[in-house]
């Protein structure tokens, strides 16, 4: 995680928290310039994730919050771009091998990963969500481990102390990563505060870090950031993905590959 993106992450932090914050108070509060907050907060406010209203900014909470304050619905998610989903989790199936190790994130496109792996495989898989843990449970040629704890409805995902633990403990071949939004200066970033500590666990306990995210997510940019896009070794997305962000992605290195 660079400096900037530590900033920014503690920036928007602050404006969930204050709901609106003077650029004054802001630089006191990160300990940078004024000059460097409003570069900042000019970039949130092209993001739709800030608002400037009379020299204070605001948060904007409609930028990822439903009416009952949830950043990020799974069933309402589960609605939305099926097919490119569908496709993704087709093609990252294909990556997984006999005997690997291999983390699922939470999310809907992790979820169809699980539903086209082959019966034959003898994998383990460790999984945080009933969604995806009903679905592994289908699957003989399947070894599951779960990281339990507290349950939010509306990802369906179990996060705490103790499952961050276990996570930290194992280690696996791979990690199926999910995100809400990703940008090329602001990283990738995900509706809830809550998800990042046990993403940041499975990218340190993962040898490959896969990001699997439909084209809609690029370019966006969510509350909670958990990696810069160059910790991550490669991108499955669908053919939607704009020439520019294929390129951007060549660039930095990460292997791309389009279902």
Request: one cysteine or more.
């Amino acid at each position: 995680m660079n400096k900037k993106t530590e900033r920014i992450g503690k920036l928007i932090e602050i404006l969930k928290v204050r709901g609106y914050v003077s650029i004054h108070e802001l630089s006191s509060m990160l300990g940078v310039s004024e000059m460097t907050v409003r570069r900042d907060l000019r970039l949130l406010e092209q993001n739709r994730v800030a608002e400037n209203v009379d020299g204070t900014s605001v948060y904007n909470p409609a930028h990822t919050l439903t009416k009952d304050d949830m950043g990020y619905n799974l069933l309402g998610e589960m609605q939305k771009r099926n097919e490119q989903k569908d496709d993704i989790g087709r093609l990252a199936a294909t990556l997984v091998k006999k005997d690997d190790i291999v983390i699922m994130d939470t999310g809907t496109t992790t979820e169809r990963i699980v539903q086209h792996l082959p019966t034959h495989l003898d994998i383990t898989v460790l999984c945080y969500n009933i969604n995806i843990l009903m679905e592994l449970r289908r699957n003989p040629g399947v070894r599951m481990l779960f990281a339990g704890g507290r349950y939010h409805p509306n990802t369906q995902m179990f996060e705490s102390e103790e499952g961050i633990e276990y996570i930290r403990g194992l280690r696996a071949c791979k990690v199926f990563l999910s995100a809400s939004g990703v940008h090329s200066e602001l990283g990738v970033t995900c509706a809830n505060s809550y998800e990042v500590p046990t993403k940041r666990a499975i990218i340190r306990s993962s040898v490959e870090k896969i990001l699997v995210a439909d084209s809609s997510k690029f370019g966006a940019v969510r509350p909670a950031y958990f990696c810069d896009l160059t910790e991550v070794n490669a991108v499955i997305t669908d053919r939607g993905l704009s020439e520019e962000w294929q390129n951007k992605l060549k660039e930095m290195g990460i292997q791309l590959y389009l279902a």
